[in-house]
């Protein structure tokens, strides 16, 4: 018999609680919702009010993995969703994790949480920037080190502060509050930056993603500010052969990195890190840290006028970004 669990008052069915979901480990579903209600508080503050797409591994990463951003057939009458009107379907419509019930719920489907930069209700009309670094191998998040220390330090000269994680993968996603700022200007922005840390450092760091130029290097990938796409949120599992997370981390780590794993989180890190640190993108939720877009361009550029912002299916592996 399936179990029922009461989560603030809803009904969620829980299934398979003792299947191993990451080999390697051991790790099971049971423990994927376990960690997801212990690190509930850090990643709704993150996710709630955005629409959510699922990258879905029931079986665990060696199994199928499919990419839907369409509510799952037997979502729950109480699950909130919003409009995201897409060219083939207008009246299409997505998930919005805005509490404890839903994401006990969507975390029972076995699922990593991905996110646009713009929050339900304003699509296209960004309050994040995000910068995906993804290592070419042999580079490493190594590499990756040395191209967000840059990238860090290039956004505060136009007045922005970077935060760090992990993508829970190979590589570091950067990411930047933004007052609310068109998509297209925003990506625009981005592109810029990451062909500016190419000229800057031509031999560690590419903008092009063609697979021909990637080796050894990092690619730094803009396209995730368009308004169609999305980036592994903060605080989800990945599907990948260890339970890792794409978890947030302070600039001393980044800067004391030296191998590739000084810079890997499993579920049963994050807990004590957030005993000892908090939640490190906290102030990416803070409205009143909010940066904006150098004035009077579309691109970045050193020329460019800095207005200042405040304070000073696919098959096996298509879809969501790293």
Not at 119 to 130: M, N
Not at 166 to 185: D, I, N, R, Y
């Amino acid at each position: 018999m399936t179990p029922i669990t009461m989560v603030e008052g809803r009904r969620i069915a829980l299934s398979n609680l003792d299947k191993v979901l990451y080999p390697r480990t051991g790790f099971t579903k049971g423990e994927v919702l376990h960690y997801y209600a212990t690190v509930a508080a850090v990643l709704l503050a993150h996710v709630h009010d955005r629409p959510v797409s699922f990258l879905r591994y029931p079986d665990g990463p060696d199994g199928q993995l499919f990419f839907t951003k369409n509510p799952p057939p037997g979502t729950p009458e109480w699950v909130r969703t919003t409009p995201v009107p897409r060219s083939e379907d207008p009246s299409a419509r997505q998930v919005v994790v805005a509490d404890m019930p839903t994401l006990m719920w969507a975390a029972n489907l076995v699922v990593e949480f991905h996110t646009p930069q713009w929050p339900a209700g304003a699509p296209a009309v960004a309050d994040r920037l995000i910068l995906d670094l993804d290592p070419g191998p042999p580079a490493t998040i190594v590499e990756c080190r040395t191209a967000a220390l840059w990238l860090r330090d290039r956004l505060a000269a136009d007045g922005l502060r970077a935060y760090a994680k992990t993508s829970g993968s190979k590589g570091m996603h950067l990411a930047v509050s933004l007052e609310p700022t068109p998509s297209e200007q925003v990506s625009a922005y981005a592109k810029a930056l990451a062909q500016e840390a190419e000229r800057e450092l031509p031999e560690l760091v590419v903008h092009r993603m063609a697979k021909a130029l990637r080796p050894g290097k990092v690619f730094v990938d803009h396209s995730q500010n368009a308004a169609a796409k999305t980036t592994a949120a903060p605080y989800t599992l990945r599907a990948r052969a260890l339970p890792t997370v794409s978890a947030p981390v302070s600039w001393a780590e980044v800067e004391a990195c030296r191998d590739p794993a000084d810079l890997v989180f499993l579920a049963d890190d994050i807990a004590p890190r957030l005993a000892r640190d908090g939640d490190l993108f906290a102030p990416l939720t803070d409205p009143d840290r909010a940066g904006r877009l150098p004035r009077g361009t579309r691109g970045a550029g050193r020329g460019a006028a800095r207005g200042g912002g405040r304070g000073a299916h696919r098959g096996r592996r298509a879809g969501p970004p790293s």
